[in-house]
């Protein structure tokens, strides 16, 4: 498979969308890939506006970064569908209720407002191939489906289950397709392997780190837009700390358009950006709970560095209490598979960038 590299900031980027509206009329699906908060799902935000604003259709977006278990996936998709049916007409609720063998969907009513809710419960013995065609093939009923879009396909780790994914997706969805991929071991794999979605001459393509200064320009657009300043020494701050990530940086710089101030200087956006971290700290400690002391040592120690180098070497066991070298080129293998580190020119990164910056304190 061939792939377009596309750099893509917080701007619009008309060429992009025009790359996928081609890609989609000459293929009939696409792939995204690129690195983690390099701006692929405002990307598709943008080419649906673009491309099906005012128009009756049916856009179905599947959003797979939850999923941890095979169950997952299915709730995954079955919560999608849900916001395309008529939850106000009981017949048609039950009719979803009744349209698949392991889900059991309960529908539920609030006793004072009558408004329906939707609880999944997957049975032990599910056969995962006839509720992912059960499940695809509702989906390709809905009425002017025009284009349906997968995120982190990445997040199916189990090639008997991708393979079914796949067989169902493509036998009973007949609109156009984006698939989104993010970077790691498991896009890696099927790079190289040619696998699915890498199976095919679908167009792909590549969205790369955007330009430093095209983000500084855009900073200052849009603070301009809230009527608001921010000194330049904060903007270079802002896509410091973001690293150019535009998922993070964006969020630093909504909260600095939220806040009160009308001059932003570095003071006040090092408190904003704290805030950012705080607000986050909850979720980034189930990491603890979820890798062995090693593994989170490690992850602390990448951190910590902003870019480290010879992890397995003695000075970088020692400072970060890691045992031994055998003992860190496991927890490093470990932290690869789950797709929280990565390498480039000689050093190591995290992927989550706000993780990053958190564990750099704590």
Same mark, same amino acid.
């Given at each position: 498979?061939?792939e377009? =590299?596309?750099?893509?900031?917080l ?24 690195q ?7 990307l598709? $935000?943008e /080419?649906?506006?673009?491309?099906y604003t ?5 856009v179905?977006? !599947?959003?797979?970064t ?5 169950s ?7 919560? #999608?569908? +849900? ?25 539920r009513?609030?006793? /004072? ?7 999944? %419960? ?8 006839? @509720?992912?065609?059960?499940? /695809?093939?509702?989906?390709?009923r &809905?009425?002017?489906l ?6 982190? &396909? ?10 079914a /994914? ?10 156009? !397709?984006?698939?989104?991929i993010?970077d790691?071991?498991? $896009? ?16 792909c393509? $590549? ?12 900073i200052?657009?849009q603070m301009?837009?809230? $009527?608001?300043? +921010? ?7 802002l896509?410091?700390?973001?690293? *150019? ?10 909260? !600095? +358009? ?13 408190? #904003? ?9 909850p ?13 989170w040592?490690?992850?602390?120690? +990448? @951190?910590?560095?902003r ?6 070497? %003695? ?5 970060? *209490?890691?045992? =031994?070298? %055998?003992?860190?080129?496991? @927890?490093l @293998?470990?932290l690869? #598979? ?6 480039t020119?000689?050093r190591?990164?995290?992927?989550? =960038?706000?993780? %990053?910056?958190?564990?750099e304190?704590?």
């Amino acid at each position: 498979m061939q792939e377009t =590299t596309t750099a893509h900031g917080l701007i619009p980027r008309p060429d992009l969308v025009d790359s996928i509206r081609k890609g989609l009329q000459t293929a009939g699906q696409i792939v995204m890939s690129g690195q983690r908060g390099m701006g692929k799902t405002h990307l598709l $935000r943008e /080419f649906v506006s673009e491309a099906y604003t005012g128009k009756a259709i049916t856009v179905l977006h !599947i959003d797979l970064t939850d999923v941890v278990h095979e169950s997952d996936l299915l709730i995954a998709i079955a919560g #999608e569908c +849900i916001k395309h049916v008529d939850t106000g007409q009981v017949k048609v609720m039950k009719e979803f209720a009744n349209a698949f063998t392991y889900l059991r969907p309960v529908v539920r009513y609030d006793g /004072f407002s009558q408004a329906p809710t939707v609880d999944f %419960s997957i049975d032990d013995d599910v056969r995962y191939e006839v @509720a992912l065609d059960q499940l /695809f093939g509702y989906a390709g009923r &809905l009425p002017n489906l025009k284009l349906l879009t997968v995120e982190h &396909l990445e997040r199916i780790y189990d090639d008997g289950i991708r393979s079914a /994914f796949k067989e169902a997706l493509l036998r009973n969805i007949k609109c156009k !397709i984006i698939l989104a991929i993010n970077d790691g071991s498991q $896009r890696d794999r099927l790079l190289k392997e040619k696998s699915w979605p890498f199976d095919m001459q679908t167009p792909c393509i $590549r969205i790369e780190e955007p330009d430093e200064h095209m983000l500084l320009k855009e900073i200052q657009r849009q603070m301009s837009g809230a $009527r608001k300043k +921010i000194d330049q020494a904060a903007s270079e701050r802002l896509v410091e700390w973001s690293r *150019a990530e535009v998922d993070a940086l964006g969020q630093g710089l909504c909260r !600095i +358009i939220e806040c009160p101030r009308k001059q932003i200087d570095e003071w006040t956006l090092e408190t #904003e950006l704290k805030q950012i971290l705080q607000e986050r700290a909850p979720f980034f400690r189930t990491y603890r709970d979820l890798l062995t002391r090693n593994q989170w040592l490690l992850l602390r120690g +990448i @951190a910590r560095e902003r870019g480290a180098v010879k992890v397995m070497g %003695s000075a970088f066991v020692r400072k970060y *209490a890691l045992g =031994t070298p %055998s003992s860190v080129q496991t @927890a490093l @293998a470990a932290l690869q #598979e789950k797709d929280l580190v990565y390498e480039t020119g000689g050093r190591w990164w995290l992927y989550d =960038t706000l993780l %990053s910056r958190w564990l750099e304190q704590h």
